[in-house]
């Protein structure tokens, strides 16, 4: 996916880039979600490694922000329940 514009139409970015995002596309096989330990893995490896971007981040416009900005990094429940549930599946 690609976002365009000019920079006064990407309010309320606060990045010279534009940013896009979307919605999760779940499968199913055989009535069963897929499960696969090394997709929740690459989920929790950037967490890690966004955790790490932010915290040398300068542009924090206030400490609630920045603080809101971790706790969601801190939501990991999510993927490390899809490998609990991955264990001993071959999805």
């Given at each position: 996916m690609r976002a365009e514009g000019s920079p006064k139409e990407r309010y309320a970015l606060d990045a010279r880039y534009a940013q896009a995002f979307t919605n999760p596309v779940w499968f199913t096989v055989e009535?069963?979600?897929?499960?696969?330990?090394?997709?929740?893995?690459y989920g929790l490896e950037w967490i890690e490694e966004l955790t790490a971007m932010a915290r040398g981040w300068p542009g924090w416009r206030s400490e609630e922000e920045r603080r809101a900005v971790f706790d969601q990094f801190g939501q990991t429940a999510a993927y490390e329940r899809l490998n609990v549930e991955a264990e001993g599946t071959s999805r």
């Open positions: 009535d069963a979600p897929i499960r696969d330990p090394a997709s929740a893995d």
